[in-house]
Protein backbone atom coordinates (compact mmCIF):
# COMPACT_ATOMS: atom_id res chain seq x y z
CA UNK A 1 0.00 0.00 0.00
CA UNK A 2 1.87 3.08 -1.05
CA UNK A 3 0.90 6.54 -0.10
CA UNK A 4 -2.72 7.53 2.72
CA UNK A 5 -4.87 5.68 0.05
CA UNK A 6 -3.49 2.31 -1.04
CA UNK A 7 -2.26 -1.42 -0.72
CA UNK A 8 -1.80 -7.94 3.70
CA UNK A 9 -0.72 -10.88 2.67
CA UNK A 10 -2.43 -12.12 -0.57
CA UNK A 11 -3.14 -15.49 -2.01
CA UNK A 12 -2.21 -14.34 -5.49
CA UNK A 13 -4.61 -15.29 -7.56
CA UNK A 14 -4.23 -14.48 -11.81
CA UNK A 15 -7.33 -14.80 -14.22
CA UNK A 16 -5.48 -15.96 -17.37
CA UNK A 17 -8.05 -17.36 -20.29
CA UNK A 18 -11.04 -16.95 -17.92
CA UNK A 19 -9.69 -19.23 -15.30
CA UNK A 20 -7.84 -18.73 -11.81
CA UNK A 21 -4.84 -19.86 -11.75
CA UNK A 22 -2.80 -19.28 -8.56
CA UNK A 23 0.56 -18.38 -7.54
CA UNK A 24 2.07 -19.51 -4.19
CA UNK A 25 -0.08 -18.92 -1.82
CA UNK A 26 1.08 -17.05 1.44
CA UNK A 27 0.70 -18.85 4.70
CA UNK A 28 1.10 -17.36 8.12
CA UNK A 29 3.99 -18.07 10.71
CA UNK A 30 2.19 -16.88 14.14
CA UNK A 31 5.58 -18.60 15.60
CA UNK A 32 8.10 -17.69 13.12
CA UNK A 33 11.14 -18.87 15.82
CA UNK A 34 9.58 -21.92 15.76
CA UNK A 35 8.72 -23.40 12.58
CA UNK A 36 11.23 -23.57 9.98
CA UNK A 37 12.50 -20.60 8.71
CA UNK A 38 15.79 -20.05 7.81
CA UNK A 39 15.73 -16.22 6.69
CA UNK A 40 14.09 -13.52 8.80
CA UNK A 41 13.13 -10.64 7.90
CA UNK A 42 12.59 -8.40 11.04
CA UNK A 43 10.94 -5.08 11.14
CA UNK A 44 10.52 -2.97 14.95
CA UNK A 45 8.93 0.05 14.77
CA UNK A 46 9.03 2.06 18.67
CA UNK A 47 5.75 2.06 19.13
CA UNK A 48 2.30 1.38 17.76
CA UNK A 49 1.74 4.46 16.28
CA UNK A 50 5.12 4.80 14.77
CA UNK A 51 4.96 5.90 11.11
CA UNK A 52 8.67 4.99 10.93
CA UNK A 53 10.70 1.92 11.63
CA UNK A 54 13.98 -0.29 11.04
CA UNK A 55 14.74 -3.67 9.34
CA UNK A 56 17.41 -5.97 9.70
CA UNK A 57 17.73 -9.59 8.18
CA UNK A 58 19.00 -12.54 9.86
CA UNK A 59 19.78 -16.41 8.97
CA UNK A 60 20.81 -19.35 10.30
CA UNK A 61 21.64 -22.77 9.02
CA UNK A 62 18.94 -24.88 9.95
CA UNK A 63 15.77 -24.46 12.23
CA UNK A 64 17.54 -24.64 15.64
CA UNK A 65 20.14 -22.93 15.11
CA UNK A 66 21.45 -19.42 15.74
CA UNK A 67 20.25 -16.10 14.23
CA UNK A 68 22.89 -14.20 12.66
CA UNK A 69 22.55 -10.69 11.10
CA UNK A 70 22.73 -10.45 7.93
CA UNK A 71 24.30 -6.76 6.95
CA UNK A 72 23.02 -3.53 7.96
CA UNK A 73 19.65 -2.29 9.49
CA UNK A 74 17.58 -0.73 6.66
CA UNK A 75 15.34 2.63 7.89
CA UNK A 76 11.32 1.97 6.55
CA UNK A 77 8.17 3.26 6.71
CA UNK A 78 4.98 1.27 7.77
CA UNK A 79 1.46 2.63 7.93
CA UNK A 80 1.03 6.24 8.16
CA UNK A 81 -0.55 5.06 11.22
CA UNK A 82 1.43 3.08 12.40
CA UNK A 83 1.20 -0.96 13.11
CA UNK A 84 -1.66 -3.14 14.21
CA UNK A 85 -2.22 -6.80 15.18
CA UNK A 86 -3.06 -9.01 12.31
CA UNK A 87 -5.97 -11.07 11.40
CA UNK A 88 -4.89 -13.77 12.96
CA UNK A 89 -2.26 -12.58 15.86
CA UNK A 90 -2.19 -13.08 19.09
CA UNK A 91 -2.34 -9.84 20.32
CA UNK A 92 -3.86 -8.38 23.24
CA UNK A 93 -7.52 -6.76 23.36
CA UNK A 94 -6.32 -3.59 24.74
CA UNK A 95 -3.87 -3.23 21.10
CA UNK A 96 -4.58 -1.69 17.88
CA UNK A 97 -6.22 -4.90 15.60
CA UNK A 98 -6.26 -4.04 11.92
CA UNK A 99 -9.25 -3.14 10.12
CA UNK A 100 -9.07 -2.48 5.74
CA UNK A 101 -8.55 1.14 5.63
CA UNK A 102 -7.43 2.21 8.82
CA UNK A 103 -3.53 2.70 7.44
CA UNK A 104 -1.57 0.18 9.38
CA UNK A 105 0.81 -2.31 8.57
CA UNK A 106 0.05 -5.88 10.29
CA UNK A 107 1.98 -6.96 13.11
CA UNK A 108 2.95 -10.58 13.65
CA UNK A 109 4.80 -13.22 11.47
CA UNK A 110 4.15 -14.01 7.99
CA UNK A 111 5.67 -15.87 4.88
CA UNK A 112 7.43 -13.95 2.14
CA UNK A 113 6.25 -16.12 -1.19
CA UNK A 114 6.34 -14.03 -4.13
CA UNK A 115 8.05 -10.72 -5.75
CA UNK A 116 6.20 -8.48 -8.02
CA UNK A 117 7.15 -5.67 -10.61
CA UNK A 118 7.01 -3.82 -14.02
CA UNK A 119 9.88 -6.12 -15.73
CA UNK A 120 8.20 -9.07 -17.90
CA UNK A 121 8.01 -12.54 -18.08
CA UNK A 122 10.51 -14.03 -15.01
CA UNK A 123 11.46 -10.66 -13.51
CA UNK A 124 15.17 -9.87 -12.84
CA UNK A 125 17.50 -12.43 -13.46
CA UNK A 126 19.03 -12.19 -10.08
CA UNK A 127 15.52 -12.84 -8.63
CA UNK A 128 14.67 -16.53 -6.43
CA UNK A 129 11.17 -15.96 -5.49
CA UNK A 130 8.85 -16.71 -8.15
CA UNK A 131 7.79 -13.50 -9.45
CA UNK A 132 4.42 -12.40 -10.83
CA UNK A 133 4.74 -9.53 -13.80
CA UNK A 134 2.53 -6.36 -13.34
CA UNK A 135 0.68 -5.52 -16.49
CA UNK A 136 -1.85 -2.49 -17.19
CA UNK A 137 -4.61 -4.52 -16.00
CA UNK A 138 -3.39 -5.90 -12.82
CA UNK A 139 -5.27 -4.99 -9.74
CA UNK A 140 -5.21 -5.81 -6.21
CA UNK A 141 -8.78 -5.96 -5.12
CA UNK A 142 -9.82 -4.74 -1.75
CA UNK A 143 -13.25 -4.43 -1.82
CA UNK A 144 -14.73 -6.51 1.02
CA UNK A 145 -17.27 -7.64 -0.65
CA UNK A 146 -15.67 -8.91 -3.56
CA UNK A 147 -15.37 -12.74 -3.58
CA UNK A 148 -11.79 -11.31 -5.23
CA UNK A 149 -10.82 -9.74 -1.78
CA UNK A 150 -7.29 -9.36 -1.38
CA UNK A 151 -6.15 -11.20 -4.42
CA UNK A 152 -4.00 -9.50 -7.34
CA UNK A 153 -6.01 -10.41 -10.65
CA UNK A 154 -5.82 -9.68 -14.45
CA UNK A 155 -8.80 -7.74 -15.07
CA UNK A 156 -9.07 -8.09 -18.85
CA UNK A 157 -9.06 -12.12 -17.66
CA UNK A 158 -11.61 -12.10 -15.32
CA UNK A 159 -14.73 -13.71 -15.73
CA UNK A 160 -16.83 -11.94 -13.74
CA UNK A 161 -15.62 -8.33 -12.46
CA UNK A 162 -17.46 -8.21 -9.14
CA UNK A 163 -15.43 -5.52 -6.99
CA UNK A 164 -15.74 -1.44 -7.04
CA UNK A 165 -12.20 -0.68 -5.19
CA UNK A 166 -9.18 -2.05 -5.87
CA UNK A 167 -5.33 -0.89 -6.49
CA UNK A 168 -4.16 -0.12 -10.29
CA UNK A 169 -0.80 -1.36 -9.65
CA UNK A 170 0.95 -0.23 -12.66
CA UNK A 171 0.27 3.23 -12.01
CA UNK A 172 2.37 3.46 -8.86
CA UNK A 173 5.81 3.96 -9.59
CA UNK A 174 6.74 2.43 -6.01
CA UNK A 175 5.40 -0.85 -7.32
CA UNK A 176 7.97 -1.39 -9.84
CA UNK A 177 9.23 -3.92 -7.64
CA UNK A 178 7.86 -5.57 -4.46
CA UNK A 179 7.32 -8.52 -2.76
CA UNK A 180 4.22 -10.25 -1.65
CA UNK A 181 3.53 -10.68 2.87
CA UNK A 182 1.88 -13.45 3.31
CA UNK A 183 -1.00 -11.68 5.53
CA UNK A 184 -5.11 -12.81 5.48
CA UNK A 185 -4.57 -15.70 3.33
CA UNK A 186 -5.39 -18.58 4.77
CA UNK A 187 -8.17 -18.06 5.50
CA UNK A 188 -9.02 -14.62 4.03
CA UNK A 189 -11.15 -12.50 7.09
CA UNK A 190 -13.09 -9.96 5.04
CA UNK A 191 -12.36 -5.98 6.48
CA UNK A 192 -9.57 -7.33 8.12
CA UNK A 193 -6.88 -5.90 5.88
CA UNK A 194 -5.81 -6.74 2.28
CA UNK A 195 -3.26 -6.30 -0.66
CA UNK A 196 0.19 -5.73 1.81
CA UNK A 197 3.45 -5.73 0.39
CA UNK A 198 7.01 -4.53 0.83
CA UNK A 199 7.86 -1.77 -1.63
CA UNK A 200 9.78 0.81 -2.52
CA UNK A 201 8.78 4.14 -0.36
CA UNK A 202 8.11 7.93 -1.69
CA UNK A 203 10.26 9.24 0.80
CA UNK A 204 11.55 8.81 4.78
CA UNK A 205 8.52 10.63 5.52
CA UNK A 206 5.41 9.51 3.43
CA UNK A 207 4.03 6.46 5.35
CA UNK A 208 2.01 4.11 3.58
CA UNK A 209 -1.58 2.52 4.04
CA UNK A 210 -0.60 -1.02 5.24
CA UNK A 211 2.50 -1.78 3.36
CA UNK A 212 6.35 -1.81 4.32
CA UNK A 213 8.73 0.48 2.07
CA UNK A 214 12.29 1.17 2.37
CA UNK A 215 14.78 2.59 -0.30
CA UNK A 216 14.74 1.16 -3.93
CA UNK A 217 18.42 0.01 -2.78
CA UNK A 218 17.78 -1.57 0.24
CA UNK A 219 14.37 -3.49 -1.40
CA UNK A 220 16.72 -4.50 -4.59
CA UNK A 221 19.17 -6.08 -1.56
CA UNK A 222 16.55 -7.60 0.13
CA UNK A 223 14.61 -9.61 -2.86
CA UNK A 224 17.92 -10.60 -4.33
CA UNK A 225 18.86 -12.42 -0.71
CA UNK A 226 15.17 -14.00 -0.27
CA UNK A 227 15.62 -17.85 -1.31
CA UNK A 228 11.80 -19.33 -1.19
CA UNK A 229 14.44 -22.68 -0.16
CA UNK A 230 15.05 -21.25 3.37
CA UNK A 231 11.47 -20.40 3.77
CA UNK A 232 11.60 -16.79 4.96
CA UNK A 233 9.94 -15.06 7.28
CA UNK A 234 8.71 -11.22 8.02
CA UNK A 235 8.47 -10.11 11.46
CA UNK A 236 6.70 -6.64 12.51
CA UNK A 237 6.35 -5.90 16.10
CA UNK A 238 6.64 -2.88 18.07
CA UNK A 239 9.93 -2.48 20.36
CA UNK A 240 7.88 -3.43 23.21
CA UNK A 241 5.86 -6.48 21.90
CA UNK A 242 9.25 -7.87 20.21
CA UNK A 243 11.09 -7.92 24.03
CA UNK A 244 7.75 -9.55 25.27
CA UNK A 245 7.44 -12.52 22.61
CA UNK A 246 11.20 -12.64 21.82
CA UNK A 247 12.03 -15.86 23.64
CA UNK A 248 8.65 -17.40 22.86
CA UNK A 249 9.41 -16.64 19.02
CA UNK A 250 12.54 -17.71 19.39
CA UNK A 251 13.33 -14.54 17.90
CA UNK A 252 17.12 -12.94 17.71
Not at 27 to 56: C, E, Y
Not at 76 to 97: C, E, F, K, M
Request: proline share 6%.
Amino acid sequence: MFGLKLLDAIGLLVAMGGATAPLPHPTTARHAGQRDARQLVVVVTPAWDSLRGTLRRFARRSARGRWEQVGRATPVVVGVNGIAWGADSLGRARDPHKREGDGRAPAGAYSLDAAFGFAPATGPEWLRLPYHPIGDDTECVDDVHSTRYNRIVERDAARDVDWRSSERMRRIEQYRLGAVVGYNARPVRRGRGSCIFLHIWADAHTGTAGCTAMPAGDLEALLHWLDPRENPVLVQLTAAEYARLRGRWRLP
